[in-house]
Structures are given as structure tokens and as C-alpha cells.
């Protein structure tokens, strides 16, 4: 080995140097991080800690409001339990009651309004058998057409059938029969919003509506039907769009005729009014209606498809000069024509908008009539008034093109009408 093989001893000492130095450094280094490590778990144990000691105060405070919450719940189940009640709304001139709770004045109103409870409990104890129904209230009204039963020539014929009412009412302080004029519209308006109030109130258990033979109250009905708190009242066979899946029906045999009756009138004659029966039809038939049947007035009516729904029967079209006149008194009035009011006669609208003064003569109003049609009814194709000049569905049906037609939902409709509906509630066949 020669002597340039041999290093200076000088260099390993400051290899050891730097070696020391980078030792330091790393010793430096990790005791850094070992006491930042500590830091941070210190900091860490201390908002466990803190988040424990949070945990354990909100869960408490929360645990606290649930209790009021749940006291104060169960203070309001108990008021609603306590004030519970079933509703059924009836429409009378449908229901027909048996005839022998309709034949002893006052005292067949108490029979009737007797059986007519005790249905509605049966029912209730087989609908709820889980809670005692017996401490629950049960309302009814039922909405009757006494149209020309209150003149005072006829007082003395009333007399039996006031007397079924006066007993009825006085039965039970929750029932009342209700009048609600000839018009068939205001009973289905009548059930509809009554059915409706009803089944938003938690305290009302269960509504009852009847009868479920006429389609038209299903159709305007159709929204409420599905509810669990709905049973449908039959009588005479439900209609065909009642007897679908998820509906719930109830009967009362004892109270109400089960038979099918017809509201077609042979030879033109009124049909007989139904919820009283044979009393009514006596008092009816008592009335000297040959002035009335004789008159110059045609019976009102409205035309209807094979499914009950409303169809527009067309309108006769006007001559362009009375259209230029009605448009001449627009520009002349600065605003629109009442339609109610020149078309009726009447505008029952409080401080209205469109200009009634100088009501329009036979040409004009026909351009309104026509007009009108394209302004659709609230009611669409449910509508039963007769009298109503707004339209019912698309004069297009599914040939229409508008993109935004106000009529979109009535294009599926059938148009062709097969019936006549008069506003007493008697149809006519005009095609089979």
C-alpha cells in the first residue's frame, strides 16, 4: 500500500463534524415535532372535552323541548280526541229516505234523523274499531230543492212535510235539512266545499258523501275521493267512475231506499225530487203547473257527453256590423262589456270593472255569446249550470294547435253529445 493511499487524518474528524451537526439537527427536529405532536393533542383532548361538555348541555336542552313539545301535543290529541266528530253532507233530492220514515209528519223527521244516527255510529264502530267512536259527534247536513213548496198558496200542503223537518232538525243538534233553491249546482257546490272544509279540520274523522250514483259529483269531487278520512254514500248503484279501486262505500239500508230510480221524466213530467219521497211528490203534484208546462219559456238545459261531462252545444254566429257596433262602444266606454250583465241582465260583482249602463240589444249580445266561449268556466267540463255562456272545453279538441291554449286540458274530451240535462235534474236521450 503506498502513502498516497493514506488520507489525513484531519478529513475524517471534519466528516464527523458534519455528521454530528446533521445528527443535531435531526435530534432538533424530531423533538420539534414531538412537542408539536403533544400541542396538538392537548388541543385536541381539550375540545373533545369542550364538545362532550356541549354535547351533554344541548342534548339536554333538546331532550327539554322535546318533552314540552310532546306534553304540548298530547294536551292538543286530547282536545282534538275530545271534540272528534264524523260529517256527512247529503244530497237530499239523491237520498231518498224509506217511505216509513217519511209518512208521520214530525215524528218521522225524529225517526229518520234516529236511524239515520245509529247508521252512521254502526258505521263508525266498523271503520274505527280501535277507538271508542261512541264519544265522537256525528253532523249532517243534507241540502234539499224546495223550490215552489214555500208560496202561500200552499201553505196548508206544506204542512206535513215542514213538520218532517221541523222533527229532523229538533232530533239532534247537530242535523239540519238545508235548502238550497232549484239550481243543482249550488247543492254540488254545497257538498263540494262543505267535504272539502271538512277534511282540512283534524278534529273531523270521517265525511261522509252521498249519494254516489250521480257521476257528476265524482267528477267534481274526483280530488277528494282518494282521502282515507272519504266514505261515498250509495243508494242507488254508484256510477261507473265510482266503482273503481280505492274508493270506500257505505250504505244505510234502514235509512235510505236502495231501489234504482230513474230521472227521466216520462211524457216531459218533473221527476219525482227523491229525499222525501212520496211527500214531496205530493205536494208537487199538487201545484197547477199547466200554466207553467203551457208557458212560451223553454225548459233550460245543457248538452252532456257519454262520460257526464258538459259539451258546448254551438252558437248561432253574428252579423259583422253588430260586431262593429259592440266594438264601437268599447272604444266609445274605454273598457269591456259585462258579460253577466248584458248577457243575464244581472251583476251581482261589487264595484265591477267593465260597463253595464245601456244593456246591449239581441244582435250584440250574440257576439258576446260567441265572444264568451273563449273565456273557459271555472268549472270546465263539471259545469251544470244552464245558464253559463262561458265555454266548457276546445272548440278543437285534439286538432287544436295553440301551443298555450287556456282549453289544454279539456282536448281529450268526447264533444258529441248524447243527452239533455234540464235544470230540474231530468235528462233526455237525443242520441244513443
Known amino acids: 500500500m503506498s502513502r498516497r493511499e493514506f488520507k489525513d487524518g484531519g478529513s475524517y474528524l471534519a466528516r464527523l463534524e458534519s455528521f454530528n451537526r446533521v445528527d443535531k439537527e435531526r435530534d432538533e427536529l424530531i423533538r420539534e415535532l414531538i412537542a408539536n405532536c403533544q400541542t396538538f393533542k392537548d388541543r385536541l383532548e381539550q375540545k373533545c372535552k369542550e364538545y362532550d361538555e356541549l354535547e351533554a348541555q344541548t342534548r339536554s336542552i333538546y331532550q327539554a323541548q322535546a318533552n314540552e313539545a310532546n306534553e304540548k301535543l298530547a294536551v292538543i290529541q286530547r ?82 212535510f215542514n213538520e218532517f223537518a221541523r222533527g229532523f232538525n229538533h232530533a239532534r243538534a247537530f242535523f239540519s235539512l238545508v235548502d238550497v233553491g232549484k239550481d243543482k249546482q249550488q247543492a254540488y257546490a254545497k257538498v263540494r266545499e262543505m267535504a272539502r272544509l271538512m277534511l282540512l279540520n283534524p278534529q273531523c274523522k270521517q265525511v261522509i258523501i252521498g249519494p254516489c250514483h250521480d257521476k257528476q259529483y265524482i267528477l267534481q269531487l274526483q280530488s277528494l275521493l282518494f282521502d282515507p278520512k272519504v266514505a261515498l254514500l250509495e243508494t242507488n248503484p254508484a256510477a261507473h267512475e265510482a266503482q273503481g279501486p280505492g274508493y270506500r262505500m257505505v250504505r244505510f239500508p234502514e235509512a235510505f231506499c236502495s231501489d234504482v230510480l230513474t230521472r227521466d221524466a216520462p211524457n216531459g213530467s218533473a221527476p219525482r225530487n227523491g229525499m222525501m219521497g212520496d211527500i214531496i211528490e205530493e205536494f208537487k203534484n199538487s201545484l197547477d203547473l199547466k200554466g207553467i208546462q203551457s208557458g212560451a219559456t223553454p225548459r233550460k238545459y245543457y248538452l252532456v257527453n257519454s262520460s257526464g261531462e258538459r259539451v258546448d252545444e254551438p252558437t248561432p254566429n253574428y252579423e259583422t256590423s253588430a260586431a262593429q257596433r259592440v266594438d264601437a262602444r268599447i272604444k266609445e266606454e274605454g ?26 240589444g ?20 263539471a259545469c251544470c249550470n244552464p245558464d253559463c255562456f262561458w265555454g266548457h272545453h276546445c272548440r278543437y279538441g285534439p286538432k287544436c294547435q295553440l301551443a298555450n291554449c287556456g282549453y289544454g286540458d279539456t282536448h281529450g274530451i268526447d264533444t258529441i253529445p248524447v243527452e239533455k240535462t234540464y235544470e230540474d235534474g231530468s235528462r233526455e236521450k237525443i242520441r244513443s
Request: charged share 25%; with cysteine; aromatic share 8%.
Open 79 to 160: 282536545k282534538v280526541d275530545a271534540n272528534a266528530f264524523a260529517f256527512a253532507i247529503i244530497d237530499g233530492d239523491e237520498a231518498i229516505f224509506r217511505d216509513g220514515l217519511a209518512s208521520k209528519g214530525e215524528d218521522s223527521g225524529l225517526m229518520a234523523a234516529n236511524q239515520l244516527q245509529a247508521d252512521i255510529r254502526k258505521h263508525l264502530r266498523a271503520v274505527y274499531p280501535e277507538v271508542n267512536s261512541e264519544d265522537w259527534r256525528v253532523i249532517v247536513q243534507i241540502a234539499i230543492n224546495l223550490e215552489g213548496l214555500s208560496e202561500a198558496d200552499h201553505t196548508k200542503r206544506m204542512a206535513g
Open 362 to 381: 239581441p244582435d250584440e249580445q250574440q257576439v258576446l255569446r260567441v265572444r264568451a266561449r273563449n273565456f273557459p268556466c271555472a268549472y270546465r267540463s
Open 335 to 360: 273598457r269591456g262589456p259585462c258579460y253577466r250583465y248584458h248577457l243575464t241582465g244581472a251583476c251581482n260583482v261589487s264595484a265591477c270593472s267593465y260597463y253595464h249602463n245601456g244593456r246591449l
